[in-house]
């Protein structure tokens, strides 16, 4: 009895500490999962025995089989665990988040699209509805990162890595900051900025060799491999990778170095080097198959089609072409698909098998079409997004107006006198320094005279710097000229419609009448200020162009809707179809200041109800963009020195009048631009001709 009650005591204390230790197999495969060692990982994830597990463990369980199929390149089995573990009930959030992140990653790296958005919608919604540590959330925005990457949404992919770089300031850890350094270093290589990708990769490496991060050193000279090949240095990039194999080695063995064998066989290949590239290749090929690394194998067998391919042996080639494709269909992943498709295509095409070549190109380009699909379907719903936004702002914008057009006089009178104070403190303060060091100067010009009249060449250096502040003064002088007289009579005629508008109120006809007057002086008053400004700042600092690719007819069509009122006045018909497709090289906003400009002069010049024509073409490389108007021209006389701000145009064709500063601000700007300005007087009228670099 006594025995029976001993045994019965002592299997109760065993399956007590089994319950509350949880599975012995699930606590080994989580170290062995942590410290990198699939092979392990693997062997214990199939011995686990999961109806013992709870809840909490199984979706554990389910998060390192994802992870360590993932990594092997099984997705479709990583897939697997995703969605046994998304379907357990009753789970925590930051459990259910971490099961999305694993599903989130692989998605990621297979390229679908189509389901990576709605879970990246749903981890936004849960991490920013509920807490979770700061590992969590440094990881989702890591992998929020490559998403943008995969979409296309460069700017929203740099602003998630600063996001996570400043969670690692805050509480992360080195090895993180690395990662978060490599990451925006791919970033800036994708952008083709390879000197600042080649920065942060330093930095990554600092960190990385000072806390003997292997996987990480790997990782940092793999990508500096990959910019020492876009910039031409192949011995660079293959010194790159064999470093990169060997950290990989260091730091998680053979088969974490099979990417970086895979990349130097090729490269090897390429470059004609077929026994070093086949021993690299075999290498991975043997790794994978003795390994059950599945990656490696598709590797593997890639390669050796490659270098069977080199060597134009037609039926190796396509022996282990189409073992690669089998892999890559085995666990779904399009890309790689693809990458096969169009290497059998190839192979197919050169050795004259055209049935063939045209099955691999038809199922290359489903591939790609499904892709674009997916990308024009998530655009389309951005811009549905946005046009709904834009319909909600249009109604609050008509709103507001209803509410604020009793003030339209004393916000614009403000405006404008704010304007005026702003430039007067902006010439003050300029003038006022330059006055200082003029009085310094000055001082130190006299004690050196006085001490050393040997010192000739700091004398010249005074004399130029007194020519300058001469050029500033000047500057300042004709500044004030045109403030004084230029701008006296718009703001003139201003003060009056403003007191008209008091008086009479806006409720009839002749008060809108009025209102729209207003405006126009407004907006003629604000246009020579912008151009004063401009002016000034040519002539203080050097003109830098931001160059970038934009669309020249929403800046055509911005110009000219600046001008609505000045067109209504005169009564024109400016004519324009502009494909929106067509596109630039240039700073938007220096353009969009030259074509201002340039439709300012033609409707000056133009008679009432006369007519403005703004054409756009490709021509000779370059695109040509012309403003052509049909009224009183330019003067002959006048044509050697119209870009001279000194020299003053005649009066319009009302008597509207110009500072002389739109042409020469225009010149300056599009020789910065690299592009050519010519004015071509005609019987009747002037046609303006701007060639400009063409965009992408």
């Known amino acids: 009895m006594l025995r029976t009650s001993l045994v019965f005591t002592f299997s109760f204390v065993i399956l007590f500490t089994y ?143 600063i996001k996570a770089l400043e969670l690692i300031d805050a509480s992360g850890t080195l090895a993180n900051k690395a990662s978060v350094y490599i990451t925006i270093g791919e970033i800036m290589r994708t952008n083709n900025k390879l000197d600042k990708a080649l920065k942060y990769y330093a930095e990554a490496e600092k960190i990385a060799k000072r806390e003997k991060l292997y996987n990480a050193l790997g990782k940092i000279y793999n990508n500096q491999s990959l910019v020492a090949k876009d910039q031409g240095d192949t011995i660079k990039s293959l010194e790159k990778l064999e470093h990169s194999a060997g950290m990989y080695r260091i730091g998680r063995g053979d088969v974490a170095a099979a990417p970086a064998y895979y990349n130097l066989g090729l490269q090897y290949i390429d470059i004609g080097e077929y026994e070093k590239g086949l021993k690299y290749i075999r ?50 992943n399009p890309p790689n698909t693809g990458r096969v498709y169009e290497a059998l295509y190839a192979l197919y095409k050169k050795n004259n098998v055209p049935g063939k070549a045209l099955k691999y190109y038809e199922l290359n380009a489903e591939i790609v079409d499904s892709l674009k699909l997916v990308e024009n379907e998530t655009v389309i719903e951005n811009l549905e997004a946005k046009y709904q936004l834009a319909q909600k702002e249009k109604e609050n914008k008509a709103l507001r107006l209803k509410q604020t057009r009793q003030r339209l006089s004393f916000f614009i009178g403000g405006g404008v006198i704010l304007i005026l104070v702003i430039v007067l403190v902006f010439l003050y303060v300029t003038l006022r320094n330059k006055h200082r060091q003029n009085r310094l100067l000055a001082l130190q010009k006299e004690q050196i005279d006085n001490k050393n009249n040997q010192l000739n060449e700091l004398n010249d250096a005074v004399l130029e710097q007194k020519k300058q502040l001469e050029d500033l003064n000047h500057i300042k002088d004709t500044m004030f000229s045109i403030i004084a007289h230029d701008l006296r009579s718009p703001l003139s005629s201003v003060y009056m419609l403003m007191r008209m508008v008091n008086e009479e109120g806006l409720d009839t006809t002749r008060g809108l009448e009025m209102a729209k007057e207003l405006s126009r002086e407004v907006n003629q008053s604000l246009f020579l200020l912008n151009n004063l400004m401009i002016w000034a700042n040519i002539n203080i600092k050097e003109v830098q162009p931001y160059f970038e690719s934009f669309s020249i007819a929403s800046v055509i069509d911005e110009a000219i809707s600046f001008f609505n009122n000045d067109i209504e006045f005169k009564k024109l018909d400016v004519r324009y179809d502009i494909d929106p497709k067509l596109k630039v090289w240039a700073d938007l906003n220096m353009t969009q200041s030259v074509l201002q400009n340039l439709l300012s002069n033609a409707i000056k010049f133009s008679n009432e109800a006369g007519k403005i024509d703004v054409k756009v073409a490709l021509k000779e490389e370059k695109m040509l963009i012309t403003v052509e108007d049909y009224g009183s021209g330019i003067v002959p006389e006048k044509l050697k020195e119209i870009f001279d701000p000194a020299v003053r145009l005649q009066k319009g064709t009302l008597g509207e009048r110009g500072v002389g500063l739109g042409l020469n601000i225009s010149n300056i700007y599009v020789a910065a631009m690299e592009g050519e300005l010519n004015i071509i007087p005609k019987d009747k009228g002037t046609r303006v001709e701007l060639w400009l670099l063409p965009g992408e």
Not at 305 to 329: R, T, V
Request: hydrophobic fraction near 35%; glycine fraction near 6%; include cysteine.
């Open 283 to 332: 290498k991975v090929l043997d790794m994978g198959i003795s390994n059950g690394f599945d990656k490696a194998k598709y590797f593997g067998f890639y390669g050796m089609g490659h270098y069977y391919d080199k060597l134009s042996i037609f039926k190796e080639a396509e022996h282990y072409y189409l073992k690669a494709l089998e892999m890559a269909k085995t666990h779904n």
């Open 19 to 161: 319950s509350v230790a949880g599975s012995p197999h699930l606590d080994s495969l989580s170290v062995y999962y942590h410290q990198d060692d699939y092979k392990n990982a693997l062997r214990l994830l199939t011995q686990t025995d999961t109806t013992a597990l709870s809840d909490e463990e199984y979706v554990d369980y389910c998060i390192i089989g994802a992870g360590v199929y993932h990594f092997k390149g099984n997705y479709n089995k990583a897939l697997e665990f995703y969605e046994r573990g998304k379907k357990i009930r009753w789970l925590n959030k930051k459990e259910e988040i971490k099961i999305r992140l694993a599903g989130f990653k692989t998605y990621i790296e297979i390229a679908d699209r189509k389901n990576a958005e709605p879970l990246f919608l749903e981890l936004e919604k849960k991490i920013s509805k509920y807490p979770a540590d700061s590992s969590t959330i440094l990881k989702y925005h890591l992998l929020a990162v490559n998403y943008f990457g995969l979409i296309g949404e460069r700017d929203e992919s740099m602003q998630r890595a």
